[in-house]
């Protein structure tokens, strides 16, 4: 069997594939919302539950999730995940209310909370350390790939063949991916089409892994991942807010129909993989070329992403819906870039063997801080108003960057498993 030059490129493609499967699955009910309050009679404060039965499930399911990505590996757990997902979205077409469509949306949580774990992991055993960045931007760059890709093809399929169609036939495509990812992924030293040379220059670039299995006791020891669960419990409700709340919005407070808004609702998240990609690409450019130690790279790049989290709060000083979306746009550039660079730090200050882990347990922290934000929109949205909720945004990224570089700004990188706790 031949060698296939830079196959880590490869798998990282079909990582990527992997994470804008799950952004579309994930997304098709926040562009369905403005509809799907119409035809199952939701409230504003429903569909917020709604919402949060992902989340709060998704939530404490991704510490699970990461604790066996590490304990199994990356091939047989996301494979089993995309089955259940892909069924799960599918599921959704069945919903008679919004109690059974939060049912479906918990289902969808536990088997997706997988993906982000997963992808850390890969990027991490599949990648030496300086190119971990620029991995982990074009894995993330998939939830902002699916984001966009969403809404034209979920308003075509629910306007030609109904909405039900538009969660069955993206629920299909996790089913197809599933069989794809366990036939051709394999960790490195498994995989027969891998050369020695590219084995050797990732595992040549990597950290030295002391510890042999994931040490739950030995990660909330350490001050460092106190400041990335903090960090993730603030940054993760603009992301949320965007996937699931921009459509409602939009077509409730700025007047668009579902129609019009298909047509602007991709920059966002076109935004949002530029972000992705220039954290990645600028990190490494900020150690290499102009000498910063690795860790605090990426906390440079985290903190530029905060500052231009000021789009969403912006908006309530716009009157045009276009600009507003371009406020989204800036908001959707700047989180996203901080949320890659986020992984990579995971990456780069635990040992292999806790790398889905520790991200599933930040994780949990994160979607728990989306969970509260959205039931706070679903009870305030009508009585405050969206833009002061938007605002706040900024502010929450501010802190989680402060937040950083107080915990891990100093941090060299993993800490064997003997060393004391820091």
Known sequence: MRYISGLRWRILALMLVGTIIVYVDRNVLGVLAPILKKELNFTTEQYSYVVSSFQIVYSFSQPVAGYLTDLIGPRIGYAVAALVWGTACALHAFSTGWVSMAGFRAMLGVSEAVAIPTGTKTSTIWFPSAERSIATGWFNSGSSLGAAITPPLVV????????????????????????????????????????????????????????????????????????????????????????????????????????????????????????????????????????????????TVITIGAFCMVGPALISFVVNPIVAILCFSLGGFAHQMLSSMMYAVVGDVFEKPEIGTATGIAGMFGYLGGAIFTLALGQLANTVGYEPLFAMLFLFDLIAAAVLWIFIGRSPGPIPAAAPAV
């Open 156 to 299: 075509w399929l629910s306007t030609a063949y109904g909405w039900q169609s538009a969660f069955i036939m993206t629920g299909g495509l996790a089913v197809v991916f599933s069989v794809l990812w366990f036939s051709l992924y394999r960790d490195p030293q498994n995989h027969p089409r891998l050369s020695p040379e590219e084995f050797n220059l990732i595992e040549g670039g990597q950290e030295k892994v002391v510890a042999e299995k994931p040490a739950l006791k030995k990660i909330f020891a350490q001050k460092r991942f106190i400041g990335l669960i903090i960090a993730r419990f603030l940054t993760e409700p603009a992301w949320q807010t965007f996937a699931f709340w921009i459509p409602l919005y939009m077509v409730s407070v700025r007047g668009m129909d579902i129609k019009q808004f298909a047509l602007f609702a991709w920059l966002p998240f076109v935004a949002s993989d530029l972000g992705c990609l220039v954290g990645g690409y600028l990190a490494p450019f900020l150690h290499k070329r102009l000498g910063m130690a690795l860790v605090p790279s990426r906390l």
